[in-house]
């Protein structure tokens, strides 16, 4: 199976990092209830990106609940030469693994180990690379995954620019790659992002900062004609 079979063809997908940690596991499940079921886990290492995120050890700890759960874990990497954390990926549970242009020097090959592992597979690119380099480098490829911010910290402003990009990108791929959008995904922004072209919208602080992530995921579903 693969994104074909997991996705809907527009998919909100809650951002785990910008979670309650000290309430991971009743998060989750009450946002599985509410309908979502791709969610997106975003590592990072310090050195691509400055933060240092969460890993491999919280991927295997939550992946038997998405099991149980049917749902998805979509994995971000934000970090420098990322084939060597796919296996990791993979015997943690994660489903997909999408690793950053920036960060990679023989996407090709990249592309070929995550399906090896049997992975989905997906190529991201930061607001200042060019999107025809991305092109390039997701040929095989699920999915390209636009920033709509710079990568590394949750809560950022979306970058009016990126919708330029990301109609470009829908533009540029064949109709079976999936568009995705990370950063500043809101009520306010969603609508917009789907339109250029996205149909997989990553939403991290305006599900999980509410008092009710569920309620809000619901809405932001609702606004795009999500699955809910």
């Known amino acids: 199976m ?6 809907e063809p527009v998919e909100v997908e809650p951002s785990i990092y910008a979670s309650d940690f000290s309430r991971l596991a009743e998060q989750l499940g009450s946002l599985v209830g509410a309908g979502a079921r791709v969610f997106q886990f975003d590592a990072g290492d310090g050195h691509f990106i400055p933060e240092i995120t969460i890993g491999p050890i ?10 149980g759960w049917g749902a998805r874990l979509d ?3 934000m970090v420098s030469e990322p084939e060597r954390h796919f296996e990791a990926v993979a015997k943690a549970g994660g489903d997909s693994v999408t690793f950053h242009v920036e960060a990679c020097d023989e996407p090709a ?6 399906r090896s592992l049997g992975l989905g597979v997906g190529v991201a690119f930061k607001p200042e690379t060019a999107v025809e380099d991305a092109v390039t480098a997701a040929e ?8 709509s911010i710079d990568p590394g910290y949750s809560g ?3 970058m009016q620019d990126a919708l330029e990009r990301i109609a470009r ?6 109709p079976n790659v999936r568009v995705q959008v990370d950063g500043g995904i809101h009520r306010d922004t969603i609508t917009a992002a789907r339109d ?9 602080s305006a599900i999980f900062w509410n008092d009710d992530p569920a309620a809000a995921y619901r809405d932001l579903a609702a606004t795009v004609g999500a699955r809910r």
């Open 169 to 174: 990108l829908r533009s540029l791929l064949p």
């Open 196 to 204: 250029a072209g996205a149909d997989l919208l990553v939403v991290g």
């Open 2 to 7: 693969g994104w074909t079979e997991w996705a």
């Open 156 to 158: 950022q402003a979306f």
């Open 75 to 77: 994995c971000h990497l």
């Open 109 to 114: 090959r990249a592309i070929a180990l995550a």
């Open 58 to 67: 919280v991927l295997a700890s939550i992946s038997p609940l998405f099991r």
């Open 140 to 147: 095989g490829a699920d999915l390209v995954l636009c920033m």
